[in-house]
């Protein structure tokens, strides 16, 4: 005899995970009703929210946020579909973390420079160096990733970080890069790039603000720490 499968449909009504978000609000449902919502349908052998709770004790949701389409299509019951659901679910979450409605984002502290740049370098298992090129007031003109590395060493010259910066007429810089280990005390490596840059800054006419490291759920500034 087939076993009984209880469909979302079957459910009663003030049950279901669409109906109570409505309902009550977002904030009411547990992780995996949230992500029975995204995903909407579940497969012929179970409904979309057992097929959540199922997904959802291979990963907690850090896990979730940092893995790809190859390794969510691993996971019974989900294809690429609800795979590339999952990945958008998660990027919009990262690009909001940074979002600012200002036309011209200013740059105020090392503070700012860290919120805007840690969304995006979170789940990065290499080093990313990014640069901020500014304008005469702090406001940043353009981001662009310079260079991504190893797991722990990332290699840039001063030409082309300030290739960029002449590019937009910046009147200034930061540049920041994160550690994967999660650690953003700085390495000799990183002073040593910090010192270059600053000369060449000095000899271009384009100022090095600061080096923002990038940890896990912290930073370090250098200039703070008396490096610059």
Do not use: W
Not at 5 to 24: A, G, N, Q, T
Not at 112 to 138: A, H, M, S, W
Not at 178 to 185: E, I, K, M, R, V
């Amino acid at each position: 005899m087939e076993e009984y499968r209880l469909r979302i449909l079957d459910m009663h009504k003030e049950e279901r995970p669409r109906e109570r978000l409505i309902k009550y609000g977002a904030s009411s449902l547990s992780d995996s009703e949230l992500l029975a919502i995204i995903l909407r349908v579940g497969s012929m052998k179970e409904n979309v929210i057992t097929l959540s709770q199922r997904i959802l004790k291979e990963y907690n949701l850090k896990q979730l946020s940092r893995t790809n389409i190859k390794n969510l299509m691993k996971i019974h019951g989900i294809k690429e579909g609800k795979a590339a659901q999952i990945m958008a679910c998660f990027e919009i979450a990262r690009r909001l973390e940074s979002f600012n409605d200002s036309e011209k984002p200013k740059i105020s502290s090392p503070e700012d420079v860290y919120r805007r740049i840690y969304p995006g370098l979170r789940e990065q298992k290499k080093e990313n160096f990014i640069e901020l090129c500014l304008d005469t007031k702090n406001h940043i003109i353009k981001e662009e990733t310079i260079s991504i590395g190893t797991l722990n060493a990332n290699i840039v010259h001063p030409r082309d970080v300030f290739k960029t910066a002449l590019e937009e007429s910046a009147a200034s810089i930061i540049v920041a890069h994160n550690h994967p280990s999660g650690d953003p005390t700085p390495s000799r490596e990183d002073i040593e790039i910090t010192k270059k840059l600053i000369e060449a800054g000095k000899i271009i006419g384009i100022e090095v603000l600061d080096h923002v490291i990038i940890g896990d759920g912290r930073h370090l500034s250098m200039k703070e720490a008396g490096y610059i």
